[in-house]
């Protein structure tokens, strides 16, 4: 029965990191067409999680945990648009770094990992209501 509780912990620390990642992407989507809000400056910078396995010395297994939120480094896009109020002095807008099919990629992963950690629960709980069931009769 150790075990059942164990394999239930670490899908639940694998909803919470899923829970993180489903969060940025969504911050992601919805800065995806956010300039400066001054001439020349920069606009929103995509975010990212990185993962790590972390020993949870209680009850003897590995988890998952978001290492960090960091940021995308790749270069910003740029348009050329004299009128928008973030241009720079050459007419030059930057745009985030967001890449909508990346993110909708990602969403799409992070949803069949949540979606599979949860069906694990599920089925660890059902294991443990047969297990006492059976040490009722």
Do not use: W
């Not at 975010?47 to 270069?75: C, Q, Y």
């Not at 241009?87 to 890449?99: R, T």
């Not at 990629?105 to 979606?115: F, K, N």
């Amino acid at each position: 029965m150790n075990d059942m509780l164990k394999s239930m912990s670490v899908a639940t620390s694998g909803l919470q990191a899923q829970g993180t990642r489903l969060r940025v992407i969504s911050e992601n989507l919805a800065n995806a067409n956010s300039t400066s809000e001054v001439p020349g400056g920069d606009p929103y910078r995509r975010k990212t999680v990185t993962f790590a396995a972390e020993l949870d010395k209680a009850i003897g297994a590995e988890e998952v945990k978001v290492r960090k939120v960091g940021a995308d480094t790749s270069p910003f896009r740029e348009i050329y648009e004299p009128s928008h109020p973030a241009a720079d002095a050459n007419g030059h807008v930057k745009l985030p770094n967001v890449n909508m099919l990346i993110e909708l990629a990602d969403m799409r992963e992070a949803q069949r990992s949540y979606e599979a950690n949860l069906q694990m629960i599920d089925q660890a709980r059902t294991m443990l209501t047969r297990t006492i069931d059976l040490l009722r009769s």
